[in-house]
Every structure is written in structure tokens, then in C-alpha cells.
């Protein structure tokens, strides 16, 4: 549990009421003064923050759409047809998530260099799908190895073609799986801060990025305000995620 204590700290600070000095406004992190929401009343008119969170919701949105896409189908081809190198597909498949992130993160920003690729926020939705869409890659994976094929091959008896018995028979069994690794794959790309600074361009800025900014010149309750909101967020879709899951 001593683990969780800093995070209760950051959550609990986030609350700690503000105290005027020099004609303004600031907060202590470090001593308690009373419970408040002062800081998330200031956070809601921060124009800045507000970008940055809807830039990192733009990002996460798309970035688990084309891993869900790119997942599913790299799953199901790996499972059910017979490939050359199988093996090395599924570890190419889980490089992304294996290798340092700094690493991938220089490789990308230099890909986008050589093609002389203009960055901002598509790169950074490239950037987070190639290490994303293996999360949804390993959840569907799973997925249909506890799959019964007796049913596709039900309802090709009956006179469905392969694409009827893909969309009607296959899909809505795969479904809690393909949305539990979409919604995963959104919390990682949403809590991103090393491939985002690396691929952005000028005047795009996430919420983490902005939050690291932020915290060069010490650490305010508004940002353990804001701080405490993406842990809501990410710990939220987790959660449903895990949950959707088990329950499959």
C-alpha cells in the first residue's frame, strides 16, 4: 500500500485551499491549509489546459480507432490462417511494447526527418498506434484461442457466406475483447508524455506534456489538480477495461 501513498498525497493536496500573498492567489503543497476546490474552479478556466486536454483526447480517440482496426485483423490472421514466420510476426507484434520507449521514440521522430514529414498531430497519432495496436493485438489474441469454431462453422452450414458469418457469428464474440483493448489502448496513448515530445510539432501540446512544462517551476495545486483528473480518467478505462475482460 506504501506505493499508493504518494498518489493519495497528489490527490489530497489538490484540494488544499489557497492563500493570498503579494495580492495573489498561490497554494502549498506542502503544508495543509483547509479543503477547497478552488484550484479545480481555476483549472475549468484555464484556456491552456483546456487545449491541451482536448489535443489529448483528439489523439487518444484516433489512436485507439486505428489499433483496434490494425489489432483485430493482425490478431484473427495470425490465428486463423496458417502464415509464413508466424512466430516472428507475433514477436514483431510485441516489440513495440518490449523496447525501450526512448528508443522507439528517437526512431520515429527520425523516420519522420528522412521523409520530411511535417509534424503535429497526426504524427503523434502515428507514433502512439505502433506501440498501441499491440495491446489490442494481445487482448484479441487471447481472445480467440478460447474461441469455438463450431459456431462460424454452424452458420456457414446454413448458408452464410464468410463475410455474413464474420460480421453476424465472429465480431460480437470478439467484441468485449476488441473494446477492452481499445479502451486500453486509449489510456496508454492518452497518458503518453515521451513519443508525444518527440513527434509533435509547433503549437501541439498534450495534457501530460503540459503537465511536465508545468512542473519545471515547482509543483502548484492546480497541477495536482489536473494531475489527479487524467488519473481519474486513466484509472476509470482501465478499470472497465479489466472489467470487460473478466466478465468475457
Known sequence: ??????????VLFSFNEGITMGGRRIGSTVLWKGFSLEWYERLFRNQEIWNALTNSAIIGVMTSIVSAVLGTISAY????YEIKGKNLFYIMMLVPIIIPEITEALSLLLFYVLFNIKLGLSTIIIGHATFCVAYVFTVVRARLYDYDRSLEEAALS????????FIKVTLPILAPGILAGTLLAFTQSFDDLIKASFTTGSGVITLPMLIFSKIKSGVSPEINAVATITLVISGTLAFISYWISKRS
Open 1 to 10: 500500500m506504501i506505493l499508493y501513498l504518494p498518489i493519495a498525497i497528489l
Open 77 to 80: 490472421a495470425l490465428i486463423r
Open 158 to 165: 446454413l448458408g452464410a457466406t464468410p463475410f455474413q458469418t
